[in-house]
């Protein structure tokens, strides 16, 4: 009799489940931003916020829920009902965080559920021009003989453009100093006008500048060389064995979401990232389309905790 009311009651909720995956979306859904208007994470969940609404047939509402390196958005919808009507536009910064931070109210990987890929955005190593080194080469033979005389610029503690830096740090030995901003525009802004040295930023922020003489770009951060800069090398070909980091921004969902809403999501994010018109839109924001599965995604999440992880380990990184 026990065994037939824990079927009766499994079979219950997979039918509910069923059904409540067969009539979404019956109204718009939340897709929550955990970072201010107007940067590569807001513009790029606009892109496919914009795109999808249409084959799912009700409005996708990007919000913004900024605070505390994402992580206010990112509880925020950990916490919410999983019924398909809050997403949530995840990025590099939440896989740091999962290291960097001592103690937060979510797991990345048991609260959440990957849902789409949508773009990487390499990082580039750029040096102001009065910086005699030309290549990754010559700058890393000129830091180690100038132990902490070249600083190094990022868009705050903690986030990707600053890891880059640090990744970079721990690969080669050489000994560089942080100066953290309040965002990559001011530390952008300093970088060209000369009072620091050397930035490993988002190449969405960066790439007017290079192509504008503001700039020397030395080696681009990802696996293979980005199509608009293609004489500029990779950091591994620079000399940099084992170094890839990249900005990057996906879809994922709360726990317990049912799994055919899950596949609706990445069906039509894939279908809109086929499309030219939203390819070029991603690559004016220095981002590269990528459709993958709800589990390469979710293996792609994992390996990035553990490699950024590695980073805060060795940079000494922790925020309480």
Aim: glycine residues 8%.
């Amino acid at each position: 009799m026990f065994a037939r009311i824990v079927f009766i009651a499994v079979a219950l909720c997979v039918f509910s489940g069923n059904a409540a995956a067969q009539g979404w979306p019956s109204k718009p859904i939340r897709y929550v931003v955990p970072f201010p208007p107007a940067g590569a994470t807001d513009i790029t969940a606009r892109i496919m916020a914009d795109r999808i609404s249409g084959p799912l047939g009700q409005p996708v509402v990007v919000e913004n829920r900024p605070g505390v390196a994402g992580n206010v958005g990112t509880d925020l919808v950990a916490k919410s009902p999983p019924d398909g009507y809050t997403i949530l536009q995840l990025t590099v910064a939440q896989s740091i965080s999962a290291t960097l931070y001592a103690k937060l109210n979510y797991d990345l990987e048991k609260d959440l559920l990957p849902a789409a890929m949508v773009a990487l955005v390499p990082n580039v190593m750029i040096v102001n021009p009065s910086v005699p080194a030309k290549s990754v080469a010559e700058f890393i033979a000129l830091a180690k003989a100038n132990p902490g005389k070249i600083n190094f610029a990022s868009s705050g503690s903690g986030t990707s453009i600053h890891m880059s830096a640090e990744m970079f740090k721990m690969l080669t030995g050489v000994n560089i100093v942080h100066i953290p901003y309040k965002g990559s525009g001011p530390a952008l802004a300093d970088l060209i006008g000369g009072q620091v040295d050397v930035m490993f930023d988002n190449l969405s922020s960066s790439i007017g500048h290079i192509r504008g003489g503001k700039l020397r770009a030395l080696a681009i951060t990802s696996a293979t060389r980005y199509p608009e800069l293609p004489d500029l090398p990779t950091m591994q070909e620079a000399g940099v064995a084992g170094y890839e980091a990249t900005a990057w921004f996906g879809i994922v969902a709360p726990k317990g979401t049912p799994r055919d809403i899950i596949m609706r999501i990445n069906s039509e994010v894939n279908k809109a990232l086929a499309q030219a018109d939203v390819k070029e839109k991603l690559a004016q924001q220095g981002a590269l389309a990528r459709s993958w599965t709800p589990e390469q995604f979710g293996d792609f999440i994992h390996n990035e905790i553990v490699k950024w992880g590695t980073v805060v380990k060795a940079s000494g990184a922790k925020v309480e």
